[in-house]
């Protein structure tokens, strides 16, 4: 009964392949996040929908591309991957936040990334 | 300058001592502080909230919160080898018109019997 979850866990893959990550939460929260954490464990937000909306949407390159066909859903596509985006990705969901406030977010279990 | 600064450590505590973590930030109008714990491979749990100036206790763990000197710290009282993880302070930052987390590189913490 798990609260966000990820496919894959894992992620093998050449460089130069192009790779989707999913992510679903079944908290009924309206807001989601995808997160990259790097080799140093450094946690930097990269994309945010509310409502299906983008709303955050970090210096990250045009190669990452986020969808999310519906609330409870946000997926993360990535074209042409570099050896450098070899890291740990995380999604996160959260109730819709209050102007200057921060509700707590939940994170899925990663998708580990390795690019060869 | 980072928006939030946490000392990297290790910070190694026997067990049943006090072990106190500590973060600071940039942002004055940070509202929401929260404390996150990561075990080695996993993702980040909850361990607490603060939005307000003071102290907040659950548990074994209390949060401090100083927004006049822009710091948010941690204490974990009775510490036990099962606390021993890497802890990620996190602050809400405004801009341009949404909210978004910063987190800092985290504390690994080392409780040793």
């Known amino acids: 009964d798990t609260a966000v979850s990820q496919t894959p866990k894992y992620l093998v893959t050449q460089m130069g392949n192009d790779k989707s990550i999913k992510c679903e939460q079944n908290?009924?929260?309206?807001?989601m996040y995808w997160y990259k954490q790097d080799s140093k464990k450094f946690l930097k937000i990269m994309f945010s929908y509310n409502n299906k909306e983008l709303i955050i949407n970090e210096t990250v390159p045009n190669r990452f591309s986020p969808k999310s066909p519906d609330k409870a859903h946000l997926n993360l596509h990535i074209n042409s991957l570099e050896l450098g985006d070899s890291a740990v990705y995380f999604c996160?969901?959260?109730?819709?936040?209050?102007?200057?406030?921060?509700?707590?977010?939940?994170f899925g279990p990663g998708t580990r990334l390795l690019v060869l | 300058q980072k928006e939030v600064e946490q000392n990297s450590g290790p910070l190694s505590v026997p067990e049943g001592a006090i072990a106190s973590l500590n973060c600071t930030y940039s942002?004055?109008?940070?509202?929401?502080f929260f404390w996150y714990r990561q075990y080695s491979g996993k993702s980040p749990e909850l361990i607490m909230f603060?939005?307000?100036?003071g102290d907040k206790e659950d548990g074994r763990f209390t949060a401090q919160l100083n927004k006049a000197s822009q710091y948010v710290s941690l204490l974990i009282r009775d510490s036990q080898p099962s606390d021993s993880a890497t802890y990620l302070c996190?602050?809400?930052?405004?801009?341009?018109?949404?909210?978004?987390?910063?987190f800092g590189a985290g504390t690994r913490l080392a409780v040793h019997p």
């Open positions: 908290l009924g929260h309206d807001t």
């Open positions: 996190a602050v809400n930052i405004f801009s341009g018109g949404y909210n978004k987390l910063i």
């Open positions: 603060i939005y307000s100036n």
């Open positions: 942002d004055r109008g940070s509202q929401s």
């Open positions: 996160a969901s959260s109730q819709e936040i209050p102007v200057g406030m921060q509700e707590t977010q939940y």
